[in-house]
């Protein structure tokens, strides 16, 4: 592609996209009064996982929007690997445990989580403090490789 096709295409596209109010389509922590659109991406930056989370789905609405009262959860975080959260192989602990949370204050009647790990389920799970954090939550975890 030569660079003046490039150039007017990626124009062309953004006024499109301005014109179609893409704008609208992405949430952030900080809302003005004007934005009234739904969303179904939250952007949130710097800072814990868990508390990242409850600024991301309290911009989308609340977990009540996903979850409703006496509804089974499966949540399949990264678990795949046998290393400590410092390595961060696999999903955060603090992460896992705080959707766990939010989906057992929407009504959740059980809220099971798992993976098909790559390393030996097992020990994964232990070493990656999933294990901890979901029976901590609240939740149960079962091994995602067993048939």
């Known amino acids: 592609m030569k660079r003046r096709d490039f150039l007017k295409n990626s124009i062309l596209s953004a006024a499109a996209l301005s014109v179609m109010g893409i704008?609208?389509?992405?949430?952030?922590?900080?809302?003005?009064?004007?934005?009234?659109?739904?969303?179904?991406?939250?952007i949130v930056r710097g800072g814990e996982p868990d508390v990242m989370f409850d600024k991301a789905i309290e911009a989308l609405?609340?977990?009540?929007?996903?979850?409703?009262?006496?509804?089974?959860?499966?949540?399949?975080?990264?678990?795949?690997?046998?290393?400590?959260?410092?390595?961060?192989?696999n999903t955060h602990p603090k992460l896992v445990s705080r959707i766990i949370y939010h989906c057992k204050k929407a009504g959740a009647s059980e809220v099971v989580?798992?993976?098909n790990s790559?390393?030996?389920w097992t020990k994964t799970?232990?070493?990656?403090?999933?294990?901890?954090?979901?029976?901590?939550?609240?939740?149960?975890?079962?091994?995602g490789n067993k048939k």
């Open 118 to 120: 790559c390393d030996e």
């Open 125 to 143: 799970y232990v070493t990656s403090g999933i294990q901890k954090a979901v029976t901590d939550a609240g939740g149960k975890i079962i091994p």
């Open 23 to 42: 704008k609208n389509t992405f949430a952030t922590t900080e809302k003005t009064e004007s934005e009234t659109a739904p969303y179904d991406l939250a």
């Open 113 to 115: 989580v798992f993976d």
């Open 61 to 89: 609405g609340g977990m009540g929007k996903f979850v409703k009262a006496g509804q089974k959860v499966v949540v399949k975080p990264n678990i795949g690997w046998d290393v400590p959260v410092e390595r961060a192989g």
